[in-house]
């Protein structure tokens, strides 16, 4: 019988520079037991969003994540454009298609370089970093921006991408098939990252299932779902491309994954920038009319999905939004469950956790219909909290 | 006098803290210029130390006071030793004593014995991770790397670290043996592991435990630990310049040839920290148990039929 202690992982840690908290429970080393407390940050969103008109909103939403900055306003102005039953010019949906697949390169190789980060591998931090400068460079190239790109507006993009930047934007995504093909060889082939990702942090298919994972978690455990088949939006359904699947449910699937996705994402931007029609890049919407719409797009993290319902006025009256992070998470309760701490930290990371993308919670009471718990109350239980911690203190 | 000034200048305290920063400033560097990154400026390790020499020492409640400030110190000073003896034995062949080998051997083992201790006396559970995850770790490595440390005695024939260059200066360095290359690279493995570099910086794990063993350490006592580090970094390659491609130093271009060599050794180890993630505790006492302990068993066998 060994003694029960708890390792914590968050509120502030090292291993994810984002307020999170992963009470571990451990024997020794063993993990025999996790709490997950997520929820640390809440910033409106939701309720902000009914106080702008629907063009801002695609601007808010932009702001809720850095990283996918462009996943969320795509699904929002998928939700809108269902909403209002318009129809978005071919060219518009090809330029969103290559955003988002530009995004998807940059996501996947900030997480590879993370996931090395975590294992202690800080030299492909480094190197996946530094070759992901160029996805950057290509998104500033054509959208001015490195990160919050702000290309999605309610019926169309808002910046065409010009005929004479075509061919550098080629050239530049093809230069990265050889850095793919160098951290497949470097990771994937790697006896010791073998050794760290093998076996660990199973998430067999059955479980998966039972707890709803979405995107790159679940397809590395043999589902093969993908928004971008299952439900077509953009002009995914007019280039080929196929879904990545792996069936071991480990780390190591997971990091194959989304290196296979890479080199599809590579595909899926060549193809859109050959296909691409002349034409209009704005159905140029004027009128939102009252009803509601949902959108849900394959964000780098998986399924990112947004409700929206007006009433008929210039703003949504209701607008609600579901990041993929918040079915992730909640899977490390059986994946990190059984391991030693070290595979722990990887298998927490392992799902590309992103918080900022899935806090808005406020707490109601549904009798009274007051919240609970508000910005300024959180305010006043920390500063309780103070004052109790400086009395322990004086004692 | 003449001791002392061995002891404290020149090739004791000063001398081998000055090593001590550059050999840092070379890890961080190199580090560096691997992971395209510009680097830190030369004195940065410098900066470090006595940035934190000015800074608050915290010590945590239930933490025994005297244990937790002097750890640190004997862990420094066994590592100082080290590497002053290391000199002196190349410096003038005769100087050592009879059984210094073993002395070495047992100092370096010093400042990993204070990690434990001091990560212990630090009553913080993640701490005690760290120090639990070290014990393990230094079983699992102290075993070849005496194993390992023993082929250049067997050819010698002298637990003396002179008569061990003397040896090499008369019939070749050891690395031109087999049974010497094979010691040499099963003692780099367990350097690795001694200086708590990648892969096996476990007891640390930034990502997993928040420096583990070193987590309560602030202010002063952590910049010993800092310093303790560093001269780790000069006192154990030093040791493998000495067992396995030492020489007398007779003058100014023999210093500088051993430098080299040792600096060779330190970009040795900097290479592999950079090239490898971090393994787990029970992959690692695996590792050196099995494989490495093995490879020594042969190393022997090899040394004792002359090979």
């Known amino acids: 019988m060994s003694h029960r202690v708890i390792v914590p992982i968050g509120p502030y840690h090292p291993l994810q520079e984002e307020p999170e908290f992963f009470k571990l429970y451990v024997e020794g080393e063993k993990v025999v037991d996790i709490d997950i407390v997520i929820g640390y940050m809440h910033r409106g969103i939701e309720k902000l969003s009914e106080s702008k008109h629907f063009d801002q909103v695609s601007f808010l939403v932009e702001r809720i994540c850095g990283i996918c900055s462009n996943s969320h306003p795509f699904a929002y102005v998928n939700a809108v454009e269902d909403l209002a039953r318009i129809s978005v010019p071919e060219r518009a949906l090809f330029i969103r298609t290559i955003i988002a697949e530009l995004e998807r390169l940059h996501s996947h190789l900030l997480w590879l370089g993370l996931a090395g980060h975590f294992i202690g591998y800080n030299t492909v931090w480094m190197w996946s970093w530094k070759y992901r400068e160029p996805v950057l460079d290509i998104l500033e190239l054509i959208t001015g921006n490195r990160q919050h790109y702000a290309m999605m507006t309610v019926g169309g993009v808002r910046r065409d991408i010009r005929k004479e930047d075509i061919p550098e934007i080629k050239k530049m995504t093809h230069d990265l098939i050889p850095v793919l093909n160098m951290f497949k060889g470097a990771v994937m082939d790697d006896p010791v990252i073998h050794a760290r990702t093998r076996k660990v942090g199973i998430l067999t298919k059955e479980e998966a299932i039972d707890y709803c994972v979405v995107g790159p978690t679940a397809r590395a455990s043999g589902i093969p779902i993908d928004i971008r088949k299952d439900d077509p939006y953009g002009a995914y359904d007019r280039i080929d491309w196929k879904i990545i699947t792996q069936e071991e449910g480990d780390i190591f699937a997971k990091l194959v994954v989304r290196v296979l996705e890479m080199y599809e994402s590579i595909r899926i931007i060549e193809q859109c920038l050959d296909k691409m029609p002349e034409g209009p890049i704005d159905a140029d919407v004027k009128e939102i009319p009252q009803g509601e719409g949902i959108g849900h797009i394959e964000a780098p993290r998986g399924e990112c999905f947004h409700y929206v319902r007006s009433d008929g006025t210039n703003s949504p009256i209701r607008h609600k939004i579901r990041a993929p992070s918040y079915m992730n998470v909640a899977s490390n309760k059986v994946a990190a469950v059984g391991g030693t701490i070290s595979d722990a930290a990887i298998t927490l990371a392992a799902v590309d956790p992103c918080y900022c993308c899935t806090e808005r919670t406020a707490v109601i009471d549904k009798d009274s219909d007051k919240k609970i718990m508000n910005g300024w109350d959180l305010v006043r239980l920390s500063q309780e909290k103070t004052v109790r911690l400086k009395k322990g203190l004086s004692k | ?307």
């Open chain 2, 1 to 307: 006098m003449k001791n002392l000034f061995y002891y404290t200048v020149f090739p004791g305290f000063l001398f081998t803290v000055t090593l001590g920063f550059l050999s840092s400033w070379l890890d961080r560097k190199v580090t560096a210029r691997v992971q395209w990154r510009v680097g830190p400026p030369l004195l940065q390790p410098v900066y470090d130390v006595i940035k934190l020499l000015g800074k608050e020492i915290i010590i945590p409640q239930g933490a025994p006071k005297f244990l937790f400030l002097m750890l640190p110190l004997v862990g420094l000073a066994s590592a100082i030793l080290v590497s002053t003896m290391n000199w002196l034995s190349m410096l003038d062949a005769g100087s050592g004593f009879v059984g210094d080998w073993i002395v070495v051997i047992y100092l370096l083992a010093v400042p990993a014995i204070m990690l434990i201790l001091g990560s212990f006396a630090s009553a913080n559970p993640l701490a005690s991770v760290g120090g639990s995850r070290e014990i393990k770790l230094l079983l699992g490595y102290e075993l070849p790397f005496v194993m390992a440390c023993l082929v250049p005695v067997i050819k010698a024939h002298s637990i003396k670290l002179g008569e061990i260059i003397a040896f090499q200066a008369s019939s070749g360095i050891l690395l031109s043996s087999v049974s010497g290359v094979a010691a040499f690279i099963i003692a780099l493995l367990c350097i690795q592991a001694k200086l708590g570099l990648v892969p096996f910086d476990m007891a640390e794990a930034e990502t997993e435990i928040m420096a583990g063993a070193y987590i309560e350490f602030s202010g002063a006592v952590l910049a010993v630990f800092k310093l303790t580090k560093f001269i780790m970094l000069v006192a154990s390659p030093l040791f493998l310049v000495v067992l396995f491609m030492g020489s007398e130093i007779k003058s100014i271009v023999g210093f500088l040839f051993v430098l080299l060599k040792y600096i060779l050794v330190v970009v040795l180890l900097v290479l592999i920290r950079n090239t490898n993630p971090r393994v787990k505790i029970d992959q690692a006492v695996r590792f050196f148990w099995g494989p490495i302990t093995a490879l020594a068993v042969t190393a022997i066998i090899l040394a004792m039929i002359g090979l």
